[in-house]
């Protein structure tokens, strides 16, 4: 049975029901991705980057959140990482859109675990400042290495299935961490690896330029057509450069949709502090198509690749 999805051009999603056979399980589950989502129960932990190498041999405490499916498991797991403005509110609590995520990912039946890569670090955000103290290709794929480090060593977790998720600066540490060509050695131990990866509005610019890219592992990448933070093109260009060579990697572009497109709160606005464009200004905010869409290819892709 062909239980690959669709790989989608520019323009023009392909509807649900073109799926498979195999995902007509999904049909229960496209309830739950559209319901209003509860409060979810949360455990604060925390693991080690794999950073050593970058941080005088010792390695960085990482903070992290941990949400977990009802029963003993073991389960396929998601390490979430944050965009660049923090994990967090101000009040402590995580950020609506993760929570929203958190809470639709555990109702598929995956531990998520929400590392935090700025305040382990003395940074709060780093939207507004260039250099970045903390980047997606130096410290965040070491994190990311180890979080599936820890899930993997969890009897409630399948070692073998741990995925990765990423929005925006996030986004840009997915690429980074997934990238079989990269020179940094930010690998977790052994045969251990992500299963496969969803990239929400990532920077594309640098990857596109570099010939070695190479995906380990399946990817799924969504953007919105119109985002002046971090552009299509360069995504568009990656995504093809990778399918010439039979890299298992897709794009999903939505037209009228910006930057954070998958917001569950607020409304489309300009942002004017952003240190990596000039003159600082950046779009962002909710569009609902696309967000309803986003969720849906995000629940498909996960269990088409986590398989039995």
Not at 124 to 147: I, L, M, S
Request: charged fraction near 20%; include cysteine.
């Amino acid at each position: 049975m062909n239980r690959t999805l669709p790989v989608c051009g520019n323009r023009g999603n392909p509807p649900i029901s073109r799926i498979r056979p195999f995902f007509a399980l999904l049909a229960a589950v496209f309830g739950l991705i559209a319901a209003p989502v509860p409060a979810l129960a949360q455990e604060s932990l925390r693991f080690d980057s794999l950073d050593a190498d970058i941080a005088d041999g010792k390695p960085t405490g990482i903070e992290a959140r941990l949400y977990k499916p009802a029963g003993s498991g073991p389960f396929p797991a998601i390490v979430a990482m944050h965009g660049c403005s923090g994990r967090d509110w101000t009040d402590g609590r995580m950020s609506s859109l993760y929570r929203d995520w958190a809470a639709r990912l555990t109702g598929l039946g995956f531990v998520v675990l929400f590392p935090d890569s700025f305040k382990p670090r003395g940074v709060e955000e780093v939207c507004t400042r260039q250099p970045q103290p903390v980047t997606p290709f130096r410290q965040r794929p070491r994190d990311a290495h180890g979080a599936l480090a820890w899930l993997a060593a969890q009897p409630y977790v399948r070692a073998d299935r741990v995925f990765l998720i990423g929005w925006s600066h996030g986004g840009s540490t997915v690429l980074n961490s997934l990238d079989a060509g990269s020179r940094a050695p930010p690998r977790a131990p052994g045969n251990l690896a992500f299963r496969a990866a969803i990239a929400f509005y990532p920077g594309c610019l640098s990857p596109s330029r570099r010939r070695d890219w190479t995906a380990a592992a399946p990817l799924l990448i969504l953007i919105g057509e119109l985002d002046d933070w971090t552009p299509a093109a360069p995504c568009e260009a990656l995504a093809s450069r990778a399918r010439g060579a039979g890299q298992p990697v897709e794009l999903v572009t939505y037209p009228g949709a910006y930057h954070s497109f998958d917001a569950v709160q607020g409304q489309l606005r300009q942002r004017t502090d952003v240190g990596s464009k000039p003159g600082g200004s950046v779009t962002l905010g909710p569009e609902p198509v696309a967000r309803e869409d986003a969720r849906r290819r995000v629940a498909a892709f996960l269990l088409q690749h986590a398989g039995p």
